[in-house]
């Protein structure tokens, strides 16, 4: 894992339970909100942010969409 | 039931007391057997310990289970309803829907054992109005110390054991709760720098937060993290009236602490827990440092809010 990975406190990067992705999927769109809007100088770290809603955006995908994963409360 | 008013009964929130792996897998195992059954939805928020010893007894019917890992999300105790707020607001409109959370285990720090023991009192307070929602907290008596194990008794209207279901003597109720007034913020744990935030930017932050003597304990990411919720907590609470934020940082034992005071009061003994969270004022900027902290402590009075932020390596 490089730097630019560095997960935040109790994120469970291969999660296969939807509730899980949602959670995080909204914390990192809430997260890039925030540092876009509050123009902070930040850039590098911003990036950060995004590829981590990227990863729980398709992952988001695959468990929705496809039906993989956990089938809990189906 | 201590303190007038309102008491704990829009949801049922019991403390689970159990001896042992085995005692926890025999308690727990036929009420969510029961569930699954039933087709309730439930949610097991557990260590990862148990939720394998539970998987393995239910077999094919652990499927039907949500699992989270309660060390991961649980760290930091502020995050806990969110996710127990999302269950509810999810499937809670198909009748009873079931949790499991254990959000005390031993060798929690002290501050966070106490955030964990506020955030067990919170809870009477975030459900109830969720009639639905059936919220078991498992309590370890082979390794939790007594003083910890009689708390459950201020949050929790009801205690199991294996004699049974016992009615608490001692259950705060809701006004006392929202009243509730939290002890004192210890002294820093190390030598502390400040930084008085009038006029200084995310930039100004994050140059303190770079030196070595400050933060060195931290990685570029999680110091950057910390920098964003710091920035979250100044411009969405605001500064109290007549006050100037001041930050002051130090190295404890196993985290880099940054406390801010001179915030504006937080009037809502539930700000930050929301979920999703509001797009505005202090419960925003709350609501992100809860995300990017390990932990996060706030005391607010009439007058100004301090806020801690614990950020490990």
């Known amino acids: 894992m490089t730097v630019a990975d560095r997960l935040l406190p109790g994120e469970p990067f291969d999660s296969d339970f939807l509730d899980d992705v949602e959670h995080w999927l909204s914390v990192y769109e809430e997260l890039t909100n925030f540092v876009r809007e509050a123009e902070l100088d930040l850039v590098r770290w911003v990036q950060r942010y995004e590829q981590r809603l990227v990863h729980w955006q398709r992952r988001h995908d695959e468990l929705a969409g496809a039906g993989m994963g956990c089938v809990a409360f189906r | ?313």
């Open chain 2, 1 to 313: 039931m201590a303190g007038n008013g309102r008491a704990p009964g829009g949801f049922r929130h019991q403390a689970l007391l159990y001896a042992g792996a085995d005692d926890f897998v025999a308690q727990t195992l036929p009420i969510i057997a029961g569930a699954v059954a039933a087709g309730e939805p439930v949610l097991v928020a557990v260590d990862q310990t148990k939720i394998e010893l539970l998987r393995r007894r239910l077999g094919e019917g652990s499927r039907a289970v949500g699992w989270t890992d309660i060390r991961g999300i649980g760290g930091n105790p502020a995050r806990i309803i969110p996710m127990w707020r999302q269950f509810v607001a999810q499937h809670g409109d198909r009748g009873r829907v079931l949790g499991f959370g254990e959000p005390i285990w031993p060798g929690r720090s002290p501050a966070a054992l106490a955030e964990a023991q506020r955030h067990e009192e919170l809870l009477n307070l975030a459900f109830e109005h969720a009639p639905g929602f059936t919220l078991l907290c498992p309590y370890d008596t082979e390794s939790l110390d007594g003083r910890v194990l009689d708390q459950t008794q201020r949050s929790h209207p009801t205690l199991f054991d294996q004699s049974g279901a016992h009615a608490s003597p001692s259950c705060l109720g809701l006004d006392a709760i929202a009243a509730w007034s939290a002890p004192p913020l210890g002294a820093p744990a190390g030598e502390t720098r400040e930084l008085t935030l009038a006029g200084a930017g995310a930039e100004a932050v994050g140059r303190l937060l770079a030196d070595p003597a400050v933060a060195g304990a931290l990685e570029g990411a999680r110091r950057a993290d910390l920098t964003t919720a710091i920035a979250a907590l100044v411009g969405f609470m605001g500064r109290a009236p007549g006050a100037r934020p001041l930050l002051r940082v130090w190295q404890d034992v196993s985290a880099v602490v940054v406390e801010i005071s001179g915030l504006g009061p937080v009037r809502d003994p539930l700000a930050g827990r929301e979920w999703p969270a509001p797009p505005a004022g202090p419960e925003r900027g709350l609501w992100l440092a809860n995300q990017l902290c390990d932990l996060v402590q706030l005391r607010s009075s009439r007058g100004e809010a301090v806020v801690r932020l614990h950020v490990s390596p």
